[in-house]
């Protein structure tokens, strides 16, 4: 198993399926194969993992094949592509990426990367394309590091910086900037504490001990020597910067002419959560920046046109489209043809597909037969496939309620002793649902007593498969809404 990086997208699932592929050994670089590690600490029933740490030079042989990598500008270190040489020409996977530029025209670092590709005959290409809809090319990450530090280097009060943990070049160059301008840096968030602190431990961050503060030395700091770095960005309701806004949080309550940034894009279905952040912070009296006001954020994926330029320096003769929404991976494919690929040397793929290169290297095919590719639902502690019953009742919860009908009935005569109890939860209120309470109890002692006369013994499976039919059919008729019917039939 190769791991382009470490962002958990790409390593969240390994404890989840490792299990059931045997083991592989994993090869990546340092600072994911510490993210995996990391992770795995939280799976104590597995096994331990048989992880090697690569470097870009390196050379892995499997098989008739060879593994070589290439380093990669992404969001987080030591991102990198894939290379498998073949007898028939190479393979290659880039992960995620974009490019670094300045205007529309690559660096001569990006440059010198692509040109491995030059000499080689690339046989094939799967290449990312969570972006490739957007126009041009991406906002460059310096722009963004220039804006952050002249942010942090000028605002008069405290500034609060929200983003994802997963930025974690960005969160490096902020601390660095902090601890150059004077300010003492908090961070909110466990995720954003573990990352940084993996970073530190490689030295691949190098700031003083003294950088970082406790959140109880806040008070003791004057506002313009305070940075808090905040995860939560996206409004999650448990994350601190949505803590901090609706004043939940232990240590950290906004003041009157807090600065905070939101380093971040909104991850589409966050809009609302968004919107209530901003509100609830503004209400406050903080002063908010954003990306549509500022350069404050970038994706840490390929444009369009930057993604034009790696078809062009890699030049594969076979292209796949990974990473993205099935339309995206069309997109991606025109793009591929724009750069010259025929509709028979593209294959846009579906999770599970498999995809095979055949006659030494002059065709592709998607095959039939599909690799196992189900959703795993995890629930708490519980891993499975098998959970969709208890999914599947918990939507009808949530959207229906619950009708609970406990009658006990003499099993000699088959007759109610008393009238039967009634409990909703979600559903009706009961206090104000009298009449409905009174027919229902009617309907459950008519059906019961008519499904048992002459019944002997009294069978209450089928006494109770009756009543929750006869229950279910009279609500929805009075109420529209079809909530859980449990009838507890007991023969006292
Ligand atoms: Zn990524």
């Known amino acids: 198993m190769f791991i382009t990086h470490g962002h958990l997208d790409h390593i969240g699932g390994i404890p989840y399926v490792i299990d059931r592929i045997g083991y592989p050994p994993i090869f990546t670089r340092r600072l994911t194969a510490i993210m995996i590690k990391k992770r795995q600490e939280e799976f104590p029933h597995l096994k331990p ?25 992404h969001t987080i270190p030591d991102a990198m592509g894939i290379i498998i040489e073949t007898p028939y020409g190479d393979l290659v996977f880039t992960g995620d990426l974009k490019l670094d530029h300045v205007d529309g025209v690559p660096t001569a670092e990006e440059e010198k990367e692509f040109a491995i590709f030059k000499d080689r005959k690339i046989l094939f290409l799967a290449a990312d394309s969570t972006n490739v809809e957007k126009a041009g090319f991406s906002i460059p990450e310096s722009t963004v590091k ?31 900037q902090a601890e150059k301008v004077g300010r003492k840096v908090l961070v909110e968030g466990r995720s954003m504490k573990v990352n940084l602190e993996i970073v530190r431990h490689l030295g691949l961050l190098k700031v003083n001990d003294k950088t970082f503060i406790g959140a109880e030395s806040l008070e003791s700091l004057p506002d313009s020597k305070v940075l808090i770095l905040a995860t939560g960005a996206q409004g999650d309701e448990f994350a601190a910067l949505m803590r901090i806004a ?38 406050q009296g903080a002063r908010i920046i954003h990306r549509d006001q500022m350069d404050v954020h970038a994706s840490g994926h390929a ?12 030049n594969p003769r076979f292209f796949m489209p990974l990473h993205g929404y099935h339309y995206m991976l069309r997109v991606h494919a025109d793009i591929a043809k724009a750069c010259g690929r025929q509709e028979n040397e593209i294959v846009v793929p579906d999770n599970g597909a498999v995809i095979e290169i055949q006659d030494e290297g002059q065709k592709i095919v998607r095959l039939k037969e599909m690799a196992p590719n189900s959703l795993r639902l995890v629930d708490g502690f519980a ?35 008393k009238s039967p109890d009634i409990i909703s939860r979600g559903f009706v209120y009961l206090r104000e649902s009298q009449d409905l309470l009174q027919q229902a109890r009617i309907i459950i002692k008519k059906t019961i007593e008519d499904t048992t006369k002459g019944m002997q013994p009294v069978n209450f499976d089928y006494v109770k498969n009756n009543v929750t039919d006869a229950v279910a059919r009279f609500l ?17």
């Open 303 to 314: 444009n369009r046109d930057e993604t034009f330029w790696i078809h062009q320096k890699i």
């Open 383 to 417: 891993i499975g496939d098998m959970q969709e019953v208890v999914i599947r009742d918990r939507t009808v919860l949530a959207a229906e309620g619950m009708f609970v009908i406990i009658a006990t009935v003499n099993p000699k005569t088959g007759r109610l002793r």
């Open 49 to 73: 993992l048989d992880i090697h740490e690569v470097e870009k030079e390196d050379t892995i042989k499997a098989g008739n094949t060879r593994v070589r990598f290439f380093s990669v500008t």
């Open 146 to 176: 220039k804006n952050m530090d002249e942010i942090i280097a000028t605002t008069p009060g405290r500034l609060i910086i929200g983003t994802f943990s997963s930025q974690l070049e960005r969160l490096m160059r902020m601390v660095e």
């Open 476 to 492: 929805f008729e009075k109420t529209n809404k079809r909530p859980i019917v449990i009838p507890v039939v007991l023969g006292v």
């Open 246 to 283: 609706v004043k939940t949080h232990k240590h950290v309550k906004i003041k009157k002419n807090d600065t905070i940034v939101l380093s971040s894009s909104i991850v589409p279905g966050n809009e609302r959560s968004v919107q209530k952040l901003k509100d609830n912070l503004s209400r």
